[in-house]
T-cell receptor
Framework: DGGITQSPKYLFRKEGQNVTLSCEQN?????MYWYRQDPGQGLRLIYY???????QKGDIAEGYSVSREKKESFPLTVTSAQKNPTAFYLC??????????????FGPGTRLTVL | SQQGEEDPQALSIQEGENATMNCSYK?????LQWYRQNSGRGLVHLIL?????REKHSGRLRVTLDTSKKSSSLLITASRAADTASYFC????????????FGQGTILTVHP
């Protein structure tokens, strides 16, 4: 999985709780991304970060928050405002967002289930 | 709808046969990439083709890009049971730098 770790692998949450998903990379990549994948679907972009202390909303940012205090880490918080959070969450990184060669490296994913 | 749409949604073949998956997109792209996802795992990058390229090869993989038709195809030759996975195309738009937009994927099953 290319030097990106995600934890935990499985996460269960009660309705109304916030949960934080961890993503760490040791590839020295500037850009990091969070995606959501629903069954039988492609990936949808939640947030991305081009550099430390900067991040941008993706296509489905509502109900999620992120931080980028360190280059290696890009945690995602799923808040109680996210109405349908049960999904598979994937973190990725690339050398840069602003590139013609933006191959992304993915972590193994976290499967979040709301009980 | 999503930028990339794969066809077929599912493909079932025998080991040794070739597998062809297609991807169509709507707007001008900077590059197009193909990824593989084994069940319940993260995605693995397979190949990237730039908008000014027409064909690329990597081992048993062959990717073509036709910008006039806004389409790409991924050919896996001499398939193996280990090729069983979902395959996604993803595009980088000229207007959105490095952000990837994924299609819904093709589920490939290779029977031994």
């Amino acid at each position: 999985d290319g030097g990106i770790t995600q934890s935990p692998k499985y996460l269960f949450r009660k309705e109304g709780q916030n949960v934080t998903l961890s993503c760490e990379q040791n590839l020295n990549h500037d850009a990091m991304y969070w995606y959501r994948q629903d069954p039988g679907q492609g990936l949808r972009l939640i947030y991305y970060s081009q550099i430390v202390n900067d991040f941008q909303k993706g296509d489905i940012a509502e109900g999620y928050s992120v931080s980028r205090e360190k280059k290696e880490s890009f945690p995602l918080t799923v808040t109680s405002a996210q109405k349908n959070p049960t999904a598979f969450y994937l973190c990725a990184s690339s050398t840069s967002v602003d590139s013609s060669y933006n191959e992304q490296f993915f972590g193994p994913g976290t499967r979040l289930t709301v009980l | 709808s999503q930028q990339g749409e794969e066809d077929p949604q599912a493909l079932s073949i025998q080991e040794g046969e070739n597998a062809t998956m297609n991807c169509s997109y709507k707007t001008s792209i900077n590059n197009l990439q193909w990824y593989r996802q084994n069940s319940g795992r993260g995605l693995v990058h397979l190949i990237l083709i730039r908008s000014n390229e027409r064909e690329k090869h990597s081992g048993r993989l062959r990717v073509t890009l036709d910008t006039s038709k806004k389409s790409s195809s991924l050919l896996i030759t001499a398939s193996r049971a280990a090729d069983t996975a979902s395959y996604f195309c993803a595009t980088t738009l000229r207007t959105s730098y490095g952000k990837l937009t994924f299609g819904q994927g093709t589920i490939l099953t290779v029977h031994p």
